[in-house]
């Protein structure tokens, strides 16, 4: 990447073109799709451009994490085969047995999973702490022990937001580094590094790829991560995105490079139609109540507003008639389609309770039973009101 993509460009213009020159040999102004597991060698270790085998470095993947460090204006990006799978590879590059980590009271249920039932067996200790409220995270922390706070921020589903800045200068105190799973608000609503955090995650089967066609994961290691002994993350996390394997394949990463080109203009119109769909959910009668960081009674929006460019296009709601009626809604709808997952240019709704967070019941991290989950498209908004109208009116 050249570095004026990364200091001189607005946002959309660093979206469209960092890590992207025109290729080299052909002129082709999109970057190929390099399907190729091993590469040339003019002479042993004589590799053209570095390239030598593809779970180490392919150009397509090249792309995209160049571009992904320029879009979080970081020092390094990395693309993985799925969002968890580059949590993982942070988490294990940055922490050993005996270290502790403090984990949000409503992580994404996945999330949650790997600290409770795969990193638990691995020696890795975490409590649970609500990150809005900054005095129970300070609590929460093990001085000598906590090397990472981990922030999502919307949360996942109910829309929690936690203050970057403020759990950044806590972080640091500790000695331990903020993560912030930048998922919901996606690089174009918020950039944690430039907050404070050291690291950001992404699932870019969300919103950078944009079109539920691809599962995938980004990293990006920020430019200074000053916290003693961590100042080398980024190669920590390089060695283990080497060694352990979960890249994204060349297919995956162009096309998350391609949902990126356009995530600004879908951000703003994500937007725009969520605005009007909690309008309407607010107005209901069977609602009882909306999560919406953007509206003024949500207990985090002052933080949001500053921290966030907009507030995004995800939405959860309560019923007043509960959980049975929750279910039922969830599959009355036409135009918003039953399934799990977000951030695609159509508009999904699920139950929490029984799908994306069915892992967590029982825990601390259990969702309401009468909550919907909305991922609101870029569909003509007048449509998709109509049609949650129609089934909240009938089951409601
Ligand atoms: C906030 C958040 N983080 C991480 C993930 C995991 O990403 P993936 O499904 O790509 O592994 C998800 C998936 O839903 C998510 O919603």
Redesign the pocket.
Known sequence: MSEQHSTDHGFSTRAIHAGQEPDAGTGAVITPIFQVSTYKQDGIGGFRGGYEYSRSANPTRTALEECFAALEGGARGFAFS????G?DTVLRALLAPGDHVVVPNDA?G??YRLFNKVLTAWGVEHSIAPMGDLEAVRAAIRPGSTKILWV?TPT?PLLGIADIAALAELAHEAGALLVV?N??ASPYLQQPLSLGADIV?H????YCGGHSDV???AVVVGREVSVPGFADAADRVAFHQNSMGAVAGPMDAWLVLRGLKTLALRMEKHSDNAERVVEFLQGHPAVSAVHYPGLESHPGHEVAKRQMKRFGGMISFQVRAGEDVAVKVCGETQLWTLG???GGVESLIEHPARM?HASVAGTELEVPADLIRLSVGIEDVDDLIADLGQALDRLG
Not at 82 to 85: E, M, N, V, Y
């Open positions: 799925s969002g968890l799978a949590q994404y996945g999330t999502e996942n799973d998922t919901f995650t699932s870019t089967t969300k599962v995938g994961g799990e997952s977000l994306t």
